[in-house]
């Protein structure tokens, strides 16, 4: 009884002692899913904070597979880079210490658009995390193939760095 009761405890304290968001120098590492309408496939995201409620920060996205009659990509298609900036509202709102709920701005190989997140850390390291990215200005309208200037959904996990 008493070895479930520790390690109990400790878990208890483990799951209160993680933060989403801690400020200055914080580092977040995120790795999950990218769904959209034409294809779907990987995001990667780091963020650096600069403030209490600032952080910055490069995204990522991969499609691995198009929908019906655009099977084809290139490189090109598949890939986008972002620089992205976040206003940190986890402490703000105050909902939960592990809960972080961040929208930004990102400037992309593909259009400048905008973000709205949120994650929930487990433990100090660990969490889970998802992204609603939609685009603001498209920087080539033409191009039936651009599947980057869509609606999309980033789910999956983020780690403390």
């Not at 709920?101 to 905008?114: D, E």
Request: proline share 2%; hydrophobic share 40%.
């Amino acid at each position: 009884m008493k070895n479930i009761l520790l390690v109990v405890a400790l878990l208890a304290f483990s799951f209160g002692n993680a933060q989403a968001f801690i400020g200055e120098g914080d580092q977040k590492f995120q790795v999950g899913a990218n769904i959209q309408d034409y294809a779907t496939g990987i995001n990667v995201s780091f963020d650096h904070g600069l403030g209490e409620n600032i952080s910055i920060g490069v995204s990522s996205s991969y499609a691995l597979g198009g929908a019906d009659g655009i099977e084809n990509l290139d490189f090109g298609d598949r890939f986008d880079l972002k620089g992205r900036f976040n206003a940190n509202l986890g402490n703000v709102i105050n909902i939960d210490e592990n809960f972080d709920l961040y929208p930004g701005l990102n400037l992309s190989l593909k259009n400048f658009g905008g973000h709205v997140g949120a994650r929930y850390f487990f433990s100090e390291g660990f969490g889970v995390f998802t992204e609603a990215n939609f685009p603001l200005a498209k920087y080539d309208t033409d191009d039936p193939i651009d599947i980057h200037n869509q609606f999309t959904l980033n789910i999956g996990a983020v780690f403390n760095l």
